[in-house]
């Protein structure tokens, strides 16, 4: 997401089923998921713009356009063209006359007065652009990991029932490390709408940084989930193909930011010897630990 980071990373874990740990280590790789292979199938999607209905959203920027344009009368149009001119035109209109904007105003307020928007049209263009954002979407290829090295639910779910393994991903920052831009992911009852306001989002066009604007939109995709995930506490790093990019779903890792490697408590003792050799073969200061279960019946590890 290109974004430089002010703040130090927690421990992040990567949970991996025995297959995935020994391709992960033998490759030397680790897989960046296309956002439709996940779990969650509205991951990474949006499922509306506005937080009312379109005919709703569309009438409040009708009715709120001039008093929107009246807020910015002065500031450059960011929009492209044709559509920066118009603005224009009619910013250099109410400088000129501010007589006209109370015209449109009273003309607007009119039940006969004609729609500034085709409302069928709109919606149909509305359902059109989520479309075209979602299949954009797969265009990322996105690592997830978590904050938590002792979630029952990850280790059955991410790591064979307890077959598999966790490790520990920290960054080389002298090598200036991809995965220095991990980012915590939101997580909200449901999938947010694009955008909170529909006025807000028509002044930001128009008016806003278009460029600072498309990258909070895309990290508003894809840095959210639902609440159901929030055991996961999950942080991505989320990379976006170029244009005429060969797929990929693999990139390597320096050696070193493999740092920890935890045992599942039902590993098959072949499959642990063999991992512990290819992680040591790796980074030979690898820290190994076994998982347990203590009195308590919770997860806990000890040095290997």
Same mark, same amino acid.
């Given at each position: 997401? #290109?974004?430089?980071?002010?703040? @130090?990373? %927690?421990?992040?874990?990567?949970?991996?089923?025995?297959?995935?740990?020994?391709?992960?280590?033998? $490759? *030397?790789? +680790? /897989?960046? @998921?296309?956002?439709?292979?996940?779990?969650?199938?509205?991951?990474?999607?949006?499922?509306?713009?506005?937080?009312?209905?379109?005919?709703?959203?569309?009438?409040?920027?009708?009715?709120?356009?001039?008093?929107?344009?009246?807020?910015?009368?002065?500031? %450059?149009?960011?929009?492209?063209?044709?559509?920066?001119?118009?603005?224009?035109?009619?910013?250099?209109?109410?400088?000129? $006359?501010?007589?006209?904007?109370?015209?449109?105003?009273?003309?607007?307020?009119?039940?006969?007065?004609?729609?500034?928007?085709?409302?069928?049209?709109?919606?149909?263009?509305?359902?059109?652009?989520?479309?075209?954002?979602?299949?954009?979407?797969?265009?990322?290829?996105?690592?997830?990991?978590?904050?938590?090295?002792?979630?029952? /639910?990850?280790?059955? #779910?991410?790591?064979?029932?307890?077959?598999?393994?966790? &490790? *520990?991903?920290?960054?080389?920052?002298?090598?200036?490390?991809?995965?220095?831009?991990?980012?915590?992911?939101?997580?909200?009852?449901?999938?947010?709408? &694009?955008?909170?306001?529909?006025?807000?989002?028509?002044?930001?066009?128009? +008016?806003?940084?278009?460029?600072?604007?498309?990258?909070?939109?895309?990290?508003?995709?894809?840095?959210?989930?639902?609440?159901?995930?929030?055991?996961?506490?999950?942080?991505?790093? @989320?990379?976006?193909? *170029?244009?005429?990019?060969? %797929?990929?779903?693999?990139?390597?890792?320096?050696?070193?930011?493999?740092?920890?490697?935890?045992? #599942?408590?039902?590993?098959?003792?072949?499959?642990?010897?063999?991992?512990?050799?290819?992680?040591?073969?790796? $980074?030979? $200061?690898?820290?190994?630990?076994? @998982?347990?279960?203590?009195?308590?019946?919770?997860?806990?590890?000890?040095?290997?």
């Amino acid at each position: 997401m #290109g974004l430089m980071r002010s703040v @130090a990373l %927690p421990p992040l874990y990567k949970y991996l089923g025995v297959q995935g740990a020994k391709l992960t280590l033998r $490759n *030397r790789t +680790f /897989k960046h @998921a296309k956002p439709s292979d996940f779990n969650d199938t509205e991951d990474l999607t949006i499922q509306s713009i506005f937080p009312e209905e379109t005919e709703v959203a569309l009438k409040k920027i009708e009715h709120g356009f001039t008093d929107m344009i009246l807020q910015h009368l002065n500031d %450059p149009p960011t929009c492209s063209s044709p559509m920066q001119e118009q603005i224009a035109l009619i910013q250099h209109v109410y400088r000129t $006359n501010p007589e006209a904007a109370d015209v449109v105003k009273t003309e607007m307020a009119n039940e006969g007065a004609e729609p500034v928007f085709d409302i069928s049209y709109m919606r149909m263009r509305a359902e059109a652009f989520v479309k075209e954002i979602n299949e954009f979407m797969q265009s990322y290829r996105v690592l997830c990991v978590t904050t938590h090295k002792d979630c029952e /639910k990850m280790w059955s #779910g991410y790591a064979d029932n307890h077959k598999g393994i966790a &490790l *520990r991903i920290e960054p080389n920052l002298a090598k200036d490390s991809k995965f220095q831009r991990f980012y915590p992911v939101i997580y909200h009852e449901k999938r947010p709408p &694009l955008y909170d306001d529909a006025l807000e989002f028509i002044a930001a066009s128009l +008016f806003g940084n278009q460029e600072a604007r498309r990258r909070a939109t895309l990290e508003k995709i894809v840095y959210t989930k639902t609440l159901e995930w929030d055991h996961e506490n999950e942080y991505r790093l @989320a990379i976006p193909m *170029r244009q005429n990019e060969e %797929p990929w779903n693999t990139l390597p890792y320096h050696p070193e930011e493999i740092t920890e490697l935890y045992l #599942g408590l039902a590993m098959e003792k072949a499959d642990m010897d063999d991992i512990v050799d290819m992680a040591q073969a790796i $980074n030979p $200061n690898i820290a190994i630990f076994g @998982a347990k279960r203590g009195a308590d019946g919770k997860l806990g590890f000890d040095r290997v």
